[in-house]
T-cell receptor
């Protein structure tokens, strides 16, 4: 079993839709969690850090459920520019090792 | 932009050769992590350097080695290249000073092994 697992998708949604991604992690010692966005052939860019139960940044909301060991990302009012691969990551205490999921592809269509 | 730079941008090598990739961390960051990302996969953790010492390693063979310099820049060395080493190599810098482990990635080096 992979340490961090994501549904690879692709998710195909119309503009304006709300879409949710889930990510599960197996290492209960994981302390910090992240969502990154990666465009084709580019580096991952930090979208959100999730240190407690969750946080919100504009159209994006991330939630953490430690009991069930999953992280979610909700995107509201999807834009064409949201089309990308979304990576979730979990790191242990002190960030000695950060493990990434394989990513979820999102296509937002007009 | 994150301020993390990598060189070279692209590289083509043949099987059995050796390669050195370079990374300059973001100003104020003292930790550098290296990742390998194959096509269609997430980044795979290779190792992390903090205070010029390896501080955590993923499931990669010893022919993957690295260095960190006093200015916190870092090198990734790969010996005896194999075809499967073809990938995007990413470095990410972070700061232990403020106890966060948020990592910021450089643009990557795309390595092709023929």
């Amino acid at each position: 079993r992979k340490e961090v697992e994501q549904d690879p998708g692709p998710f195909n949604v119309p503009e304006g839709a709300t879409v949710a991604f889930n990510c599960t992690y197996s290492n209960s010692a994981s302390q910090s969690f992240f969502w990154y966005r990666q465009d084709c052939r580019k580096e991952p860019k930090l979208l959100m850090s999730v240190y407690s139960s969750g946080n919100e940044d504009g159209r994006f909301t991330a939630q953490l459920n430690r009991a069930s060991q999953y992280i979610s990302l909700l995107i509201r009012d999807s834009k064409l520019s949201d089309s990308a691969t979304y990576l979730c990551a979990a790191s242990n205490t002190g960030g000695f090792k950060t493990i990434f999921g394989a990513g979820t592809r999102l296509f937002v269509k007009a | 932009e994150t301020g993390v730079t990598q060189s070279p941008t692209h590289l083509i090598k043949t099987r059995g050769q050796q390669v050195t990739l370079r990374c300059s961390s973001q100003s104020g960051h003292n930790t550098v992590s290296w990742y390998q990302q194959a096509l269609g996969q997430g980044p795979q953790f290779i190792f992390q350097y903090y205070r010029e010492e390896e501080n955590g390693r993923g499931n990669f063979p010893p022919r993957f080695s690295g260095l960190q310099f006093p200015n916190y820049s870092s090198e990734l060395n790969v010996n005896a290249l194999e075809l499967d080493d073809s990938a995007l190599y990413l470095c990410a810098s972070s700061s232990r000073i403020d106890r966060t482990d948020t990592q910021y990635f450089g643009p990557g080096t795309r390595l092709t092994v023929l």
